[in-house]
C-alpha cells in the first residue's frame, strides 16, 4: 500500500514543489493549507503537473478540532509541516502573530499525531537559525545563535519541540530540515513562488524588476567583508529542496533513521554574492536588470553557506540543478504569470 503524507502549508511556494516530488516518487498527498497567503493555483499546479487530483483541504493547523477532522479522514502516516508565517520584519513588528501561528500549529500537529499513532514528521527549519555563525561553511553541529526576530526564534522553537516530543513519545520520529536561500521554479512553470505586496527576498524582487513590475533592485550593501562587497547566501533550487522532503520522509518510513530526531542542512555548498546572483540572472537571461546599490539592510548576517556532508552522506541527496538553470526557471515563471513572451 502506498504511504499517504499530509503536506501543511502545500498551497505555498515549497509545499507545492514538495507535493510533485512525493507523488512523482509514488506517494499519496493530501494538502492542507489556510491559504493566508497563498491561493488555489498552486494546488492546481500540482494537479496539472502530476496529473493526480490531489485531495485539498482548507484548513488552519492553529484550529485542532478541524484539524482533528483532517486526521479522522485521511490516514496519511507523515506529515510534512510547512505551515507558518515566514516575514522576518513583519515578525519583528507583531511578534505575538508569529508565535502564535507559528507555535500552536506545530504543537497542534504533534498532539494530534500522538493521538492519532502517525509517525513521521518533517519540520521546514531554516538555516536563519545560526545567526552570523563565528566559522563557515556551518554544519548542524554549529551552535545556534539567540534569534534576532521572532520569526527565527519560531524555527528555534519548533526545531526544540520537535526534538523534546519525538524524544519523549514513542512512536514518533522526526527530521528538521534547514533550508538555505530556496530559489527557483519547476521546469514546467506552472509552479513558482507567489509572493503577496513587495517581495522581501531577493530573487522575487529580481524577477518582478526584470517584468518591470518593480522599477529597481535594491542592492542592500556593497562595503561587507566579502569579494565584492554584498552578502553571501547559498542558494537552493526550490525542486532540489523539494526533493530532499521526500528522501527525509523515505528514511523514516523504511526505518532507516539513526535517531529519533535527526537535523540536516539543506543548500549547495556554495557561497554567492548578490551582485553575482544579479549579474548571473542577467547573462542567462540575456537581459539587463535596474539596480543600485543601497544601504545595508538591518539584521543581514554578511555570509552563510552550508556544510552539506551529513545529507550528503546519510540522506544520499545532493542539489544537482545549476544555478544558470534555476535562474532560468525563476524568470520562466515570472514571465508565464505576468503573460510576457
Ligand atoms: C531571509 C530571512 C531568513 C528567512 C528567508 C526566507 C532575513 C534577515 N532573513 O533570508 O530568516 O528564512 O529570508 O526566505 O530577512 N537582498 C537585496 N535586495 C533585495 C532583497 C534582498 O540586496 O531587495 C539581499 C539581502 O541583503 C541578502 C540577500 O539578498 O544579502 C538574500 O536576501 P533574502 O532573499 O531576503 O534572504 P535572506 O535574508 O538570506
Known amino acids: 500500500?502506498?504511504?499517504?503524507?499530509?503536506?501543511?502549508?502545500?498551497?505555498?511556494?515549497?509545499?507545492?514543489?514538495?507535493?510533485?516530488?512525493?507523488?512523482?516518487?509514488?506517494?499519496?498527498?493530501?494538502?492542507?493549507?489556510?491559504?493566508?497567503?497563498?491561493?488555489?493555483?498552486?494546488?492546481?499546479?500540482?494537479?496539472?503537473?502530476?496529473?493526480?487530483?490531489?485531495?485539498?483541504?482548507?484548513?488552519?493547523?492553529?484550529?485542532?478540532?478541524?484539524?482533528?477532522?483532517?486526521?479522522?479522514?485521511?490516514?496519511?502516516?507523515?506529515?510534512?509541516?510547512?505551515?507558518?508565517?515566514?516575514?522576518?520584519?513583519?515578525?519583528?513588528?507583531?511578534?505575538?502573530?508569529?508565535?502564535?501561528?507559528?507555535?500552536l500549529s506545530m504543537m497542534n500537529i504533534v498532539d494530534l499525531m500522538r493521538e492519532f499513532g502517525r509517525e513521521n514528521i518533517v519540520f521546514s527549519s531554516s538555516a536563519t537559525v545560526y545567526g552570523e555563525a563565528d566559522e563557515l561553511p556551518v554544519t548542524e553541529q554549529t551552535p545556534r545563535k539567540p534569534a534576532?526576530?521572532?520569526?527565527?526564534?519560531?524555527?528555534?522553537?519548533?526545531?526544540?519541540?520537535?526534538?523534546?516530543?519525538?524524544?519523549?513519545?514513542?512512536?514518533?520520529?522526526?527530521?528538521?530540515?534547514?533550508?538555505?536561500?530556496?530559489?527557483?521554479?519547476?521546469p514546467s512553470a506552472l509552479i513558482g513562488e507567489l509572493p503577496r505586496g513587495v517581495p522581501q527576498n531577493l530573487v522575487p524582487f529580481i524577477t518582478q524588476t526584470a517584468a518591470g513590475v518593480r522599477e529597481c533592485l535594491s542592492v542592500f550593501g556593497n562595503d561587507y567583508p566579502t569579494p565584492d562587497g554584498s552578502c553571501l547566501r547559498d542558494y537552493i533550487d526550490v525542486v532540489d529542496l523539494a526533493k530532499a522532503h521526500v528522501v527525509a520522509i523515505s528514511r523514516m518510513v523504511e526505518n532507516k533513521n539513526k535517531a529519533k530526531y535527526e537535523i540536516f542542512n539543506v543548500g549547495t555548498g556554495n557561497g554567492v554574492s548578490v551582485l553575482e546572483l544579479v549579474e548571473r540572472f542577467e547573462k542567462v537571461n540575456s537581459l539587463k536588470l535596474n539596480y543600485k546599490i543601497a544601504p545595508r539592510r538591518a539584521g543581514d548576517v554578511v555570509a552563510i553557506w552550508a556544510d552539506t556532508s551529513l545529507a550528503n552522506e546519510e540522506l544520499g541527496w545532493r542539489a544537482e540543478r545549476d544555478l544558470d538553470d534555476t535562474l532560468r526557471s525563476a524568470w520562466a515563471w515570472e514571465k508565464n504569470i505576468r503573460g510576457i513572451k
Open 148 to 186: 534576532t526576530s521572532a520569526y527565527g526564534n519560531t524555527k528555534q522553537m519548533c526545531e526544540d519541540i520537535l526534538r523534546d516530543a519525538v524524544t519523549a513519545y514513542e512512536g514518533l520520529k522526526g527530521i528538521a530540515l534547514r533550508y538555505f536561500n530556496p530559489i527557483g521554479a519547476h
Open 1 to 103: 500500500m502506498k504511504q499517504m503524507v499530509l503536506v501543511s502549508g502545500g498551497a505555498g511556494y515549497i509545499g507545492s514543489h514538495t507535493a510533485v516530488e512525493l507523488i512523482e516518487a509514488g506517494y499519496d498527498v493530501v494538502v492542507a493549507d489556510n491559504l493566508s497567503n497563498s491561493d488555489m493555483s498552486g494546488v492546481e499546479g500540482v494537479r496539472k503537473i502530476t496529473g493526480v487530483d490531489v485531495p485539498f483541504v482548507q484548513v488552519d493547523c492553529c484550529d485542532k478540532e478541524a484539524l482533528r477532522r483532517l486526521f479522522e479522514q485521511y490516514e496519511f502516516g507523515s506529515v510534512i509541516h510547512f505551515a507558518a508565517f515566514k516575514a522576518v520584519g513583519e515578525s519583528v513588528a507583531d511578534p505575538m502573530k508569529y508565535y502564535r501561528n507559528n507555535l
